[in-house]
T-cell receptor
Framework: DTAVSQTPKYLVTQMGNDKSIKCEQNLGHDTMYWYKQDSKKFLKIMFSYNNKELIINETVPNRFSPKSPDKAHLNLHINSLELGDSAVYFC????????????FGSGTQLSVL | GDSVTQMEGPVTLSEEAFLTINCTYTATGYPSLFWYVQYPGEGLQLLLKATKADDKGSNKGFEATYRKETTSFHLEKGSVQVSDSAVYFCALLNDYKLSFGAGTTVTVRA
């Protein structure tokens, strides 16, 4: 059983399109995250939700909108995709919102053409 | 703000060689320190952690000691295997926020 699963694994799309990435965790964790990893492997947090409430919202363009329908799901919707959005997006979860011991999904490779 | 600096890669080693990846940090207060590992095609997973000064984290033959006086948390392994080939991330947790270093790619050759 995959603990943190995200879909799709690969996403290739044109500039200007709108796309979504879904994430689900079956660990019973309270907190979920979205991270962006650039081509140099640098990881940067984008959002964090605790029990469906937004607790971290870093400097991310408004085109990125997270949605958490319940504490086991955190989806990421991106409007008007740009070339610079190409990256690997990782979903993660942790038992509590103290940020200790994150469990990561295997990533979504987004390529904007 | 908080930051983590780790040695740039890539690092290429032969099997059974000694591995060290340097990590230093800047933070206020008393952060917890972590090493995460990312194997090819996978997400990150926690390798080891230390929550206070002089603590030593260890796992799978890897070790790192929290040195407050030098603000460092260097990762070491005495004898690496091909299966240790991965990207290693040093991370700092402070005020419930986890900050990662830039990652160090390690390749171990048979």
């Amino acid at each position: 059983d995959t603990a943190v699963s995200q879909t799709p694994k690969y996403l290739v799309t044109q500039m200007g399109n709108d796309k979504s990435i879904k994430c689900e965790q079956n660990l019973g964790h309270d907190t979920m995250y979205w991270y962006k990893q650039d081509s140099k492997k640098f990881l940067k947090i984008m959002f964090s939700y605790n029990n469906k409430e937004l607790i971290i919202n870093e400097t991310v363009p408004n085109r990125f909108s997270p949605k958490s329908p319940d504490k086991a799901h955190l989806n990421l919707h991106i409007n008007s995709l740009e070339l610079g959005d190409s990256a690997v997006y990782f979903c993660a979860s942790s038992l509590r919102w103290n940020g200790e011991k994150l469990f990561f999904g295997s990533g979504t490779q987004l390529s904007v053409l | 703000g908080d930051s983590v600096t780790q040695m740039e890669g890539p690092v290429t080693l032969s099997e059974e060689a000694f591995l060290t990846i340097n990590c230093t940090y800047t933070a206020t207060g008393y952060p917890s320190l972590f090493w995460y590992v990312q194997y090819p095609g996978e997400g990150l997973q926690l390798l080891l952690k230390a929550t206070k000064a002089d603590d030593k984290g260890s796992n799978k033959g890897f070790e790192a000691t929290y040195r407050k006086e030098t603000t460092s948390f260097h990762l070491e392994k005495g004898s690496v295997q091909v299966s240790d080939s991965a990207v290693y991330f040093c991370a700092l947790l402070n005020d419930y926020k986890l900050s990662f270093g830039a990652g160090t790619t390690v390749t171990v050759r048979a």
